[in-house]
């Protein structure tokens, strides 16, 4: 069976209010910018693609940069690449933005998208922006080969924009890490929760934890099975419901209360570490297919959930009295 999302799941949102001054500064910066560097997170692709980022700075030429491809499933991290590249006017690529050879082709291919720029008159002015924790600090130290902005693994640790100079007539913003007011799919919440996009106290890391096993139980039994020293076979790791997995991964871990009751809060801190630092395994989190299913049952919930608003603003409207 295939993994669905959860129907009527609670949503996860985080839009605190340092986004919402990003949002404005984004808006006024963007307008002398020449290049665009989009970091999404490889092991959710769709999940960390910010539609409020694009409709901020989807006018300038761009690179769609899949970052952490160390830890993603190389076969889907070339999955994405495909799917991004089809796109018109849209060049993806993957890395590592702690490798600086890719990092240094990075900045040759800006220079390539906007040919026109460059010398002291009109040097190169890129933008480096996504969802929190993708790594856009990381690779702001790797391509300026110096450690000018803070980078740690922690959703929201860049809270203002700051400009590096690469070159002479080469500067790079980086942006505080920004996610969008309504995340309307409700893996994507999950998915960027899991992934370390979203503040520790905006989600239920148990609940978190859960939607990380069912997916991993349907599509990366192997790797639960030698993590966590499993005997079942794949083929029943799949079919265990995921709260009876989260108590096998506690009990093997250890992760016990007094009267031998499982810490299932523990256990999943524990599943959601493991997944983070990789060591679980290279591991992503949906297929671009996946995500448009998911994509369009979000759409489709959406136009239930308006279509219900305007039969009940219809119900509330005060009827008019006849006239005799
Ligand atoms: N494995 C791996 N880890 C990375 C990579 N890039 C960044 N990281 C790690 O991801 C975490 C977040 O990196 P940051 O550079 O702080 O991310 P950011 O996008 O600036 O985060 P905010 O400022 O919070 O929005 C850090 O622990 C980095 O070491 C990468 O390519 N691969
Ligand atoms: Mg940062």
Redesign the pocket.
């Known amino acids: 069976m295939d993994y669905l999302p959860p129907l009527a799941a609670p949503v996860i949102q985080w839009f605190p209010g340092h986004m919402h001054l990003t949002r404005k500064l984004i808006e006024e910066r963007i307008k002398a910018i020449d290049v665009v560097i989009e ?1 999404l997170d ?1 092991r959710i692709p769709g999940s960390s693609f910010n539609p409020m980022l694009q409709s901020l700075t989807g006018h300038k030429p761009r690179v769609k940069l899949l ?5 993603a499933d190389p076969q889907r991290t070339q999955a994405w690449l495909d799917w991004y590249n089809a796109q018109p006017e849209t060049r993806a690529i993957a ?5 600086p050879a890719p990092a240094r082709r990075l900045a040759e291919l800006c220079r390539q998208l906007a040919p026109l720029r460059g010398g002291l008159a009109k040097p190169m002015r890129v933008l480096i922006c ?12 790797t391509m300026s080969g110096k450690k000018h ?11 203002d924009e700051q400009r590096i100079t690469l070159d002479d007539d080469f500067y790079l913003w ?5 996610l969008w007011p309504r995340i309307a799919i409700p893996q994507s919440g999950f998915n960027l929760a899991a992934s ?2 979203v503040g520790r106290n905006a989600y239920d890391e148990e609940l978190v934890a859960l939607e990380l096993l069912a997916y991993l139980q349907q599509h990366y039994p192997a790797l639960l099975k030698a993590r966590y020293k499993l005997t079942l076979s794949e083929a029943d790791i799949t079919a265990l419901p995921d709260d009876e997995l989260l108590t096998l991964i506690g009990r093997q871990r250890g992760a016990v209360m007094g009267g031998g009751r499982i810490d299932l809060q523990k256990t999943a801190e524990l599943v959601i570490t493991d997944y983070r630092t ?1 060591t679980l395994g290279r591991i992503t989190l949906e297929t671009p297919e996946e995500f448009a299913q998911w994509e369009a049952a979000a759409a489709q919930a959406d136009a239930q959930r308006q279509a219900r608003k305007e039969a009940l603003a219809l119900e509330k409207k005060p009827k008019r009295r006849k006239r005799r």
């Not at 996504?130 to 130290?141: A, E, Q, Y």
């Not at 902005?149 to 809270?159: H, L, M, Q, V």
């Open positions: 970091v490889a970052n952490k491809q160390d830890v890395m590592d933005a702690a490798e996504g969802v929190p924790n993708v790594g856009k600090s990381t690779l702001i130290n902005a803070k980078a740690a693994d922690e959703a929201g640790i860049t809270k980086d942006t505080p890490g920004m370390g996009s990789h």
